[in-house]
């Protein structure tokens, strides 16, 4: 088969396709949904940085709160050593690592606890348009 | 390019692009239909990273061969004679079985050979244009169009 008589063929060819109008009708359903998803992950975005914001600050405010307690929690660990029988030398010698393994626990608790309290706060108040609330 | 341009765009090329996805899909015109619409979300999906100096209809062939593509890939669909079974209307009955050899003819090829014959018989495409759609190199577009024809050949003859 040539050249010529394929063209002749395809030329003539006009596969029937559906109504048009239904097909656009149903593609402009398709993009309002895409829209709707694109809005929803715009918004989860922006409601996950003000939770990282806020956890970022409480994370500050919890430095700042244990800088400046420091030498009364030292204290309070050394004398709590002290109370210890048998472990007093081992728990004198680690006490600032224990001191700053509490602080550092204590503050990732906190920071995580006010992350999860932001997001799911930010969900509850922040709901996209057309999505219903779940009772 | 906002929502408006890009649904002016599809309406004024819709049916060409379904015309031709049809022939792809060898006559299943439901296939077909899914395939444009998922073709066209993923072209308005995309439409921000579309070049205004390259062909809007070049860029949305492309989008619609990936698409047939992987859609190939994922059901491994057999398009077969069957189409025309499936047709609701005794017109659009009739359309298919007039087409029915050349739908049977097409089936046959590979997907690349169909694709690269519709392209250039169907839509006009210069094998330039066909290099630039299929993501292939020159040669292979030619020798696919060869294969093509030497295939449609020895098929349309029975």
């Avoid at chain 1, 998803?37 to 409480?58: G, M, Y």
């Avoid at chain 2, 997907?111 to 006009?124: A, N, P, T, V």
Wanted: aromatic share 10%; glycine share 4%.
């Amino acid at each position: 088969m040539d050249d010529e008589k394929l063209k002749t063929l395809f030329a003539d060819f006009s596969p029937s396709i559906g109504n048009d109008e239904t097909f656009m009708t149903r593609l402009q359903r398709n993009i309002e949904a895409v829209e709707l998803i694109k809005q929803q992950a715009l918004q989860s975005q922006r409601s996950n940085r003000k939770a990282v914001t806020i956890s970022a600050a409480v994370g500050f405010i919890c430095g700042v709160i244990f800088t400046l307690c420091y030498p009364y929690l030292k204290e309070a660990i050394g004398s709590f050593c002290l109370q210890i029988a048998g472990a007093e030398a081992f728990m004198t010698e680690y006490s600032t690592v224990i001191l700053w393994s509490i602080i550092c626990i204590t503050t990732s608790a906190l920071v995580y606890v006010a992350y999860d309290i932001a997001s799911a706060v930010q969900k509850a108040t922040v709901r996209p348009r057309g999505c219903p609330s779940i009772r | 390019m906002n929502r408006q341009q890009f649904t002016k765009y599809i309406e004024d090329n819709q049916r060409a692009v379904r015309r031709f996805l049809t022939a792809l899909c060898c006559g299943d015109t439901e296939l077909a239909d899914d395939l444009a619409q998922d073709t066209f979300v993923k072209a308005y999906l995309n439409c921000d990273t579309f070049r205004e100096d390259s062909k809007f209809l070049s860029w949305i062939y492309r989008i619609a061969y990936n698409t047939f593509i992987s859609n190939r890939r994922s059901y491994r669909i057999d398009y077969g004679l069957s189409v025309a079974e499936s047709m609701e209307s005794s017109e659009r009955s009739d359309v298919a079985f007039e087409y029915q050899p050349l739908y049977a003819a097409l089936d046959r090829l590979s997907d690349k050979e169909r694709m690269s014959i519709l392209l250039h018989y169907m839509q006009g495409y210069s094998v330039a244009e066909i290099t630039d759609i299929t993501q292939s190199s020159a040669d292979a577009v030619r020798q696919q169009l060869s294969r093509g024809r030497q295939h449609l050949k020895v098929l349309l003859k029975d």
